[in-house]
């Protein structure tokens, strides 16, 4: 079994449909558009209401507001496109909760494996690449030295094989191993795409911050 290669993708449309472009994604089923993320100069952003889709990031960007109490779904969900220089919305992220489009919504971001695994993908949040501590504030750390992954701001829901349960589901904590989702049920025997809902959710006791932690993803090969 060799390593199969594996393309992240965003649905950048309001239409819940599959992608079905596979490593070149492009427009889908339902009317989606599914645009390949590049690992190492895009970024995911949760923004307040005030961002707009096709803003440039290198100007003014806005971030989430803390609430005065209870818990904010951080409003709406960029991807800092590199190539474009622009933020393309998510606009099918997170939940009802949220500023955009989001709810029991499955087709959000896709991972795509043109092969099989030999174990189950994960999809994991880490302070940085190195994948050995959550520190940051966003994964539910003080900033410096402590970890509480169940903290994590950072909610995921896989959406594989069904879409959420909930227009207002919950989602996992992700931080570390011990915070993470399956993205799918069994090891992949074929190529296949992976699915998954991603928001953020700001606590009144947060204090304010800027971080860059990592997505990750984990499987096995041999």
């Known amino acids: ?29 339902a009317s989606s558009d599914w645009l390949v993320l590049d690992l190492v100069n895009d970024k995911i952003y949760f ?18 507001i803390i ?32 500023g ?25 949040a880490w302070d940085d690449a190195n994948h050995t501590t959550a520190y940051s504030k966003f994964l539910g750390g003080n900033g410096v030295d402590t970890e509480t992954p169940a903290n994590s701001t950072l909610k995921a829901i896989a959406t594989t094989n069904a879409a959420p349960g909930s227009a207002t589901w919950a989602g996992t904590a992700l931080a570390k191993t011990t915070n993470r989702i399956e993205l799918d049920t069994a090891a992949l ?16 006791t947060f204090s304010p911050a800027e971080d860059s932690p990592v997505l990750s993803l984990r499987y096995l090969y041999s």
């Open 1 to 29: 079994m060799a390593k199969p290669n594996v393309t992240w993708l965003a649905n950048v449309t309001s239409n819940d449909g599959a992608n079905t472009g596979n490593a070149t994604g492009g427009v889908g089923d």
């Open 67 to 98: 609430p005065d109490s209870g818990d904010l779904e951080v409003p709406k969900t960029f991807i800092s496109d590199a190539s474009a220089g622009i933020l393309e919305q998510i606009l099918l992220a997170g939940t009802t909760a949220g």
């Open 47 to 64: 923004l307040d209401s005030q961002q707009t889709d096709g803003d440039d990031p290198a100007a003014v960007v806005y971030p989430a």
């Open 100 to 124: 955009q489009n989001g709810g029991a919504t499955r087709y959000v971001f896709a991972v795509y494996f043109d092969g099989p695994t030999a174990g189950i993908p994960y999809l994991e």
């Open 189 to 204: 025997a074929v190529a296949k795409n992976l699915y998954f809902n991603i928001k953020q959710v700001i606590p009144s």
